[in-house]
């Protein structure tokens, strides 16, 4: 099986933001698999709801990027010996918390894009060539669908839901990926 790691339902959660006054746009945060050319990081803040009174906590494992994750310090300390061994984590600005954006870097050929379920052209369901996916823990990207998602294989999610259960960390949501013929 390959999986999809997601970030906390936005119901439940809070995200994180550029600051207005970042100096940047989303266009400089396209994730697709390779390192970060940052001259610095950019300022982030947590979402601000208008209309909420009491604003709703940031998770553990919060979104920011398409295809990347913001962790908060406590899953840093957990996880990030796991992840670097497949990505990068960059200290990300902020005015009082600790935060850093996972940015995976491996990839993986690994969607079968011409029976891959497509909508204007853009996998939205993925078929996978599961042969391309080693069986050692492993989270990727592949090039198809690396600006959006984040796959980690069986071995890989086992890794992480024992250190997100045993760390008590909030926000990481792991699904089956693409269509569920294997081939």
Known sequence: MIYQIKCGNLNNFSMWVLDNNAGMTIHDFILEGKAIQWNKPP?????????RKKQKDVADFAFFLHGGIALSEKAYDAIHDFLLSFGELIQ??????KVWLYNVTTLIDCVDYKNSEK????????KFYFSNVPDAPCIFKD?????SRIYLNEAAKVVVEKIVDSNNLTGCHIEEAGLSDMY
């Open 119 to 126: 909508f204007l052209d853009q996998v939205i369901r993925e």
């Open 143 to 147: 090039t198809l669908t690396a600006k």
């Open 43 to 51: 300022r982030v803040v947590p979402f601000f709801d208008k209309k």
């Open 92 to 97: 990300l600005d902020t005015e009082d918390k």
